[in-house]
């Protein structure tokens, strides 16, 4: 299934190996595409393992969101009980940045196997992480699969993904 304009709602996450597309490897990507090529992933979703009539919502996020996403991880969020406040504090030469990543929704009912999304941010040879995830067929917890690796090429596929779902105690029927 490809993604429309009216699916995408964002994007963010960063993970610091070659922070621009192809940096590493002196302009050209793998496989010999351009350093510009927009990367597609195709995901095997068994669309049985989520709830019906709910969407499938997959994150992406680009080399550049992930070393954001790093340095945030040295940040901390503080609780001020006497003003009943949080602020974020960072050590000193850090500024936190808010990250978010690009985002599709994607309803179950139009998944028949796999899912295919073109992203408008990872590049062929920059690091990316993919989230998805939706409501599990139970109809209270959350399943899920994600996947970080550098993408190879303008097509990767996220064969083999581990999918989890929550052990909440949900209410009976």
């Known amino acids: 299934m490809r993604s429309t304009p009216s699916r995408r709602l964002g994007f963010a996450l960063v993970a610091g190996v070659c922070a621009t597309p192809c940096a590493c490897s002196g302009g050209e990507s793998p496989a010999g595409a351009p350093p510009e090529a927009a990367v597609r992933f195709v995901a ?99 399943t899920s699969a994600e996947h970080s690796a550098v993408a190879e090429g303008a097509e990767v596929h996220l064969d083999g993904l581990a999918w989890t779902t929550t052990a909440r105690a949900c209410a009976g029927p």
Do not use: H, M
């Open 44 to 142: 095997p979703v068994d669309a049985r393992l989520l709830a019906e009539g709910s969407a499938l919502r997959v994150e992406v996020w680009d080399a550049e969101q992930l070393a954001l996403l790093d340095r945030n991880a040295r940040c901390a969020s503080v609780y001020d009980p006497a003003t009943g406040k949080s602020e974020i504090r960072c050590p000193d030469g850090i500024s936190y940045q808010a990250v978010t990543p690009e985002q599709f929704d994607l309803p179950v009912l139009e998944i028949t196997g796999s899912v295919s999304l073109t992203s408008a941010t990872v590049r062929v040879g920059e690091r990316f992480r993919i989230l998805l995830s939706g409501k599990s067929r139970d109809g209270c917890n959350r």
